[in-house]
């Protein structure tokens, strides 16, 4: 076990929709980092939170927005799902700097 | 670019056999290299990770070698198990704490 928590593990929506993912880090982490994982791919990176800013983002349209709280925890939103947004969603928590990121389970979306 | 490449992108290995996993990656600044692996439904488990500092490192069976020069890691099974099926993603740790992972390599080991 991580210590990395995700909400939740499964959840379908339909296009158009619009999604929250949570994810509570490890204790003592300090950084978020959200990734994509489509089928039979490699993790793909959407962004980073650090010190409840974004902190690098990857090549994903701005329909992919976060948020950190003040107890590191973070949200991912995705706003207008389309069907190639069905993937598991991968939450990593680390100590900045560090590079060592420890995974959660995941949420699996599936848009329909 | 960002950019890592996994080979090959799949292995299937005889129990008792060794199995060698390469990636190269593009940013010569990269300074941080784990190995995860992931089980089908599960998430990717750190197995391994090495730092720019050192050329290898070793953890019972499984080992990983950097060359900096020719931006080239490795992982290493020795006497694989079939527990040890799985897919294994190599990854470079780029500047603002970001990790690039490679296309994986689904592993089965035959009894």
């Known amino acids: 076990e991580t210590g990395v928590t995700q909400s939740p593990t499964h959840l379908i929506k339909t296009r158009g929709q619009q999604v929250t993912l949570r994810c509570s880090s490890q204790?003592?982490?300090?950084?978020v980092s959200w990734y994509q994982q489509a089928l039979g791919q490699g993790p793909q990176f959407i962004f980073q939170?650090?010190?409840?800013?974004?902190?690098g983002r990857g090549n994903f349209p701005p329909r992919f927005s976060g948020l950190q709280f003040p107890n590191y925890s973070s949200e991912l939103n995705v706003n207008a799902l389309e069907l190639d947004d069905s993937a598991l969603y991968l939450c990593?928590?680390?100590?900045?700097?560090?590079?060592?990121?420890?995974f959660g389970e995941g949420s699996r979306l599936t848009v329909l | 670019g960002e950019n890592v490449e996994q080979h090959p992108s799949t292995l299937s290995v005889q129990e008792g056999d060794s199995a060698v996993i390469k990636c190269t990656y593009s940013?010569?600044?990269?300074?941080?290299f784990p190995w995860y692996k992931q089980e089908l439904g599960k998430r990717p488990q750190l197995i391994i990770d090495?730092?720019?500092?050192?050329g290898e490192k070793k953890d019972q069976r499984i080992a990983v070698t950097l060359n900096k020069t020719a931006k080239h890691f490795s992982l290493h099974i020795t006497e694989t198990q079939p527990e040890d099926s799985a897919v294994y993603f190599c990854?470079?740790?780029?500047?603002?704490?970001?990790?690039?992972f490679g296309t994986g390599t689904r592993l089965q080991v035959f009894p």
């Open positions: 990593a928590s680390s100590i900045q700097g560090t590079g060592e990121l420890f």
């Open positions: 204790s003592g982490h300090n950084t």
């Open positions: 939170y650090y010190r409840e800013e974004e902190n």
């Open positions: 940013d010569s600044a990269s300074n941080y």
């Open positions: 090495i730092r720019s500092n050192v």
């Open positions: 990854a470079a740790f780029y500047n603002t704490d970001k990790l690039i």
